[in-house]
């Protein structure tokens, strides 16, 4: 670290401290005293005098010299990582990879001393010239020991696998401590979240049946099987999962909810994780929550131009309640995060209520709801009115005394967003009075309401063309004269791991309330006369938006009848 203190030649590490209220200037005069006498790097002294850690020390070199930290504990190391880069020269230069990015062409390296020119040249010198090497600075001894526990040891599922002879896996010890990592079912678990990570997978589940395990990640929405073990792994693999979530590992017969969270592929990312006990033993859903992708700029949603400056003219609006629709799995909640990171400053005070919370946002004030507590949504909003918010997102409306809420707080000047469990937007209407909301609080109060679906995109490498026959034309909404046009067909290859599809986009209806519709509201109107006069006003419904996105090659027409109904097009 001292290459570091020496860069800080106008704010030395000493005062650096002080300033930051880390040392007093009695320690700092110690330690100083101390250096005189065996002329060791300030830093390392303070740590072994006991006046702070390491962690302390690369927090504040971190901030000073603008260089991202990194807590190695909290990480798991990407084999292919390990292999560009050969021990020795990871031990001479307190450097360890972190993870390789092909795609984007960087290495992401922890490195003790960013100023060590030589030791970038030798990593420059062992990958290929064009990768960036990304640099996070993290204490030496931590670089050393991490060095010690990934190289030597199989990091990869089928080596970790191969080292393992079914029957002979051991859960009883426990799965914790300094040498843990030799444990192969230590290294197991880790090369699966970091292969369900690296795979795009938004949930991993470990199914145990009679005879053998199933795993299965759930990816652009679809379940795919890519591991059966032996039933004999299942034991430790289960207690390891429990110790790293915090759960109860004595406890096997009830259902348990934990979290872990982690660096992969050099980014942080959380794992909601639930057991629930089945007639071959406990069932284990991990819900992955990768923050780079749950927060997503507004204009990256995807939508049309049109639905885009629709979206905006709604949340320019400064009370009343936005409401987003649709099934689980949707992608609600991402754009209502897309939604409050556009309008998150410092001139607005955003609190949100949500169960639980999914992804930290910086300014915003959010609260898991709370059982226990007894702190449900109903109550979470009267609390939440107390701090002198500007915006509120309620997690969902289930209910009335939170729907009731909700209204009140829109009525009283705010904000609101929330989500509501219906097929369409213009079907929230109904659900509302359903729950209890009468129309004439409805009306003026609503500003819009967004329904949306998720469908998967083409693979671009792979996609075939393809003519639409007679009922596809139907379906796409072609007149029987009109130029058949072409559309593509999933078909598969390496590189969308032969599904056809790579990534989802969300396909959206947005009906957007005046006048005319809180009339119609009021007077509590079916729904087909709420959507004829939205259509003649410009709405565009779910299954036009969709359709838009299989003419112009974005997706199939088989993925849109999957999560689309099309049948009314056809009768």
Known sequence: MSAVEHSLTQRPLGQLLVEKGVISEDQLRIALQEQNKNHLPLGRLMVA????????????????????????????????????????????????????????????????????????????????????????????????????????????????????????????????????????????????????????????????????????????????????????????????????????????????????????????????????????????????????????????????????????????????????????????????????????????????????????MPLVRQTSVNETAKLDFASGIRSILRQDPDVILVGEIRDHPTAEMAFRAAMTGHQVYSTLHTNSAIGAIPRLLDIGILPDIMAGNIIGVIAQRLVRVLCHHCKKPHQPGELERRLLGLERDEAPPTIYRAAGCELCDHQGYSGRIAVMELLKMDEDLDELVARRATAREIRTLALAKGFRPLAEDAIQRVLEGVTSLDEVLRVIDLTDRIA
Do not use: C
């Open 49 to 360: 005098l006991g006046f702070l850690s390491e962690a302390t020390i690369r927090d504040v070199l971190s901030e000073s010299l603008g260089q991202e930290s990194i807590d190695l504990t909290k990480v798991i190391v990407d084999a292919q990582a390990i292999k560009l880069i050969p021990k020795e020269v990871a031990r001479r230069y307190a450097i360890l990879p972190i993870a390789v990015d092909h795609g984007r062409r960087q290495l992401t390296i922890a490195i003790a001393d960013p100023d060590n020119i030589i030791a970038l040249d030798q990593v420059r010198a062992l990958v290929k010239e064009d990768y960036r090497i990304q640099q996070l600075l993290a204490a030496e001894s931590d670089i050393l020991r991490a060095i010690d526990q990934y190289y030597g040891f199989e990091l990869s599922i089928d080596g970790i696998l191969h080292e393992i002879e079914p029957g002979e896996m051991d859960y009883q010890t426990p799965l914790v401590g300094v040498n843990e990592f030799s444990q192969p079912v230590v290294r197991l678990i880790d090369a699966l979240l970091s292969d369900a990570v690296q795979r795009g997978a938004s949930d991993i589940h470990f199914e145990p049946e009679h005879s053998f395990l199933r795993i299965r990640y759930r990816i652009d929405g679809v379940l795919r099987q890519v591991r059966s073990l032996h039933k004999s792994y299942w034991p430790a693999m289960v207690v390891r999962l429990k110790v790293m979530s915090g759960m109860n590992i004595a406890e096997t017969r009830a259902p348990q909810d934990g979290h872990i969270s982690l660096r992969l592929s050099g980014r942080l990312i959380d794992f909601r994780v639930a057991s629930h006990p089945t007639t071959y033993g406990e069932n284990m859903v991990l819900r992955v929550l990768d923050r780079q992708k749950g927060i997503v700029p507004l204009d990256m949603l995807g939508l049309h131009e049109q639905a885009l400056a629709t979206l905006k003219i709604m949340i320019a609006r400064p009370e009343g309640i936005i409401l987003v629709t649709g099934p689980t799995g949707s992608g609600k909640t991402t754009t209502l995060y897309s939604i409050l990171n556009h309008i998150n400053t410092d001139g607005v005070n955003i609190m949100t209520l949500e169960d639980p919370v999914e992804y930290p």
